[in-house]
């Protein structure tokens, strides 16, 4: 079992930056394929990007593409988000979540319980 906790959130101006981290509790960290998720206030939960076991192999939502970048250090069990040029419409609980299947599956096997990113404008 993997436990994911997420951390990095806050307050920023739209156009600000800010990187998420997500460590995750297991050293079986490395075998499992990432992603991260988010949901804004009043939506559903949305697809924001993934990573490979490896990190050799991402893809991203179109939303992001361009502005976000997924990446993963597997010597220290952690996953990492950078977000540039942030707008308004980013505002979200932010998650990151762990499966064995690449490309992800609609069915993550572990979530971490999120953290909130605020881009004001």
């Known amino acids: 079992q993997v436990q994911l906790v997420e951390s990095g959130g806050g307050l920023v101006q739209a156009g600000g930056s800010l990187r998420l981290s997500c460590a995750a509790s297991?050293?079986?960290?490395?075998?499992?394929?990432m992603g991260w998720f988010r949901q804004a206030p009043g939506k559903e939960r949305e697809f924001v990007g993934a990573i490979n076991w490896s990190g050799g192999s991402t893809y991203y939502a179109d939303s992001v593409k361009g502005r976000f970048t997924i990446s993963r250090d597997n010597a220290k069990n952690t996953l990492y988000l950078q977000m540039n040029s942030l707008k308004p419409e980013d505002t979200a609980v932010y998650y990151c979540a762990a499966d064995f299947s690449w490309p992800l599956t609609d069915g993550m096997d572990y979530w971490g319980k999120g953290t909130l990113v605020t881009a004001s404008s």
């Open positions: 297991s050293r079986t960290f490395r075998r499992y394929a």
